[in-house]
């Protein structure tokens, strides 16, 4: 009976060391199977969506698209965010969801072919663009300081806050002659040739010699046998005594004095462009031209000789006419 007995412990020990034994091996083969079907999440945020899919195929995972945003800072077509994140595990064929870029918000390009550059540039703040690159160039097509061009072309769809690119007409095509000799003529026939070839009698001086005419052109520049364009000016040297300018004469007859003028910018989202142009009996002239601040209070020295007027434009607008004496 002993014998008997201790014949069947043995057994149990050896069915219980057995059972022990492949509990062991299922779990070590389940931690084995479970550890090699994890994978690790990459990092596919910033990443375009072709590029994240084939990143995630490598890793035997898929993208599924669930929504798509504007976004100032990606373009579209490029990951903004993405679930599970980076850095964790998943099982293969896990889905990896993500939400891409739309990009900007599109808007039609304003156009403002016609336009001065300050009508422009209030013109592409109102829309939310900006201005690009301006240059300059001769065209028949539009009179001189319009707008003839621009890049990218109006009405298309546009980003909000892209640059749009001007090209400003400089007028008509200027005709190209050959500066004639006006020396030893005298000043008023040569004052009538410059204006009949279009150009400008610009300032002129005097020396004194006995033995010539007054107002006897002496010299000018451009000199004879230059070529020249239209609208340039040509400078005099006359014989006779030097004569009294009109801003001399002006001043000699006007006190010349300085008065403040204020002016505050009003509120609004972007920077502007103010002009002060002065018109006094020395003339014309521009005094001021700066981009200002909403809200900037613009504080001017206004040059007064007699009857003086101040206009004053905002973005091209005129803004303030104001009276001095």
Do not use: C, W
């Not at 479970?34 to 690790?40: D, E, K, L």
């Not at 900007?104 to 703040?125: F, I, N």
């Not at 003529?185 to 020396?207: C, D, K, M, T």
Request: no cysteine; charged share 20%.
């Amino acid at each position: 009976m002993r014998k008997f007995l201790l014949a069947i412990l043995k057994f149990v020990i050896f069915v219980v060391f057995l059972l022990a034994i492949t509990l062991f091996s299922s779990v070590a083969t389940f931690r084995y199977i479970f550890a090699t079907s994890q994978v690790m999440i990459p990092d596919i945020v910033g990443k375009t969506t072709d590029f994240a899919a084939d990143l995630l195929s490598e890793q035997h995972l898929r993208l599924a698209v669930v929504e798509e945003q504007l976004d100032s800072k990606l373009p579209e077509g490029h990951i903004l965010a993405q679930d599970p994140l980076a850095g964790t595990k998943a099982p293969k064929n896990q889905v990896v969801r993500v939400v891409i870029s739309k990009g900007l918000e599109t808007v039609p390009v304003p156009d403002v072919t016609g336009k001065t550059l300050a009508e422009a540039k209030r013109l592409l703040r109102q829309q939310q663009f900006r201005v690009g690159s301006v240059m300059y160039a001769h065209t028949n097509e539009m009179p001189a300081d319009k707008i003839f061009a621009q890049t990218p072309q109006a009405n298309r769809d546009g980003k909000i806050g892209e640059k749009v690119h001007l090209m400003i007409s400089e007028g008509a095509y200027k005709s190209v002659m050959v500066m004639p000799d006006l020396v030893e003529q005298q000043f008023s026939y040569a004052a009538q040739i410059v204006e009949q070839l279009g150009l400008v009698v610009g300032n002129i001086a005097y020396e004194e010699y006995e033995s010539v005419p007054p107002d006897t052109v002496l010299s000018h520049v451009p000199k004879p046998g230059a070529l020249v364009e239209e609208q340039n000016m040509v400078t005099f040297v006359l014989s006779g005594k030097p004569r009294k300018s009109a801003k001399q004469q002006a001043e000699e007859t006007f006190s010349l004095q300085y008065q403040p003028m204020e002016y505050t910018i009003p509120p609004g989202p972007f920077e502007v462009e103010v002009l002060a142009v002065v018109k006094n009996a020395d003339g014309e002239a521009e005094i001021y031209r700066q981009l200002v601040m909403p809200g900037h209070r613009v504080i001017l020295q206004i040059p007064v000789i007699g009857n003086t007027v101040v206009e004053l434009y905002v973005d091209g607008a005129l803004e303030v006419v104001q009276r001095f004496q």
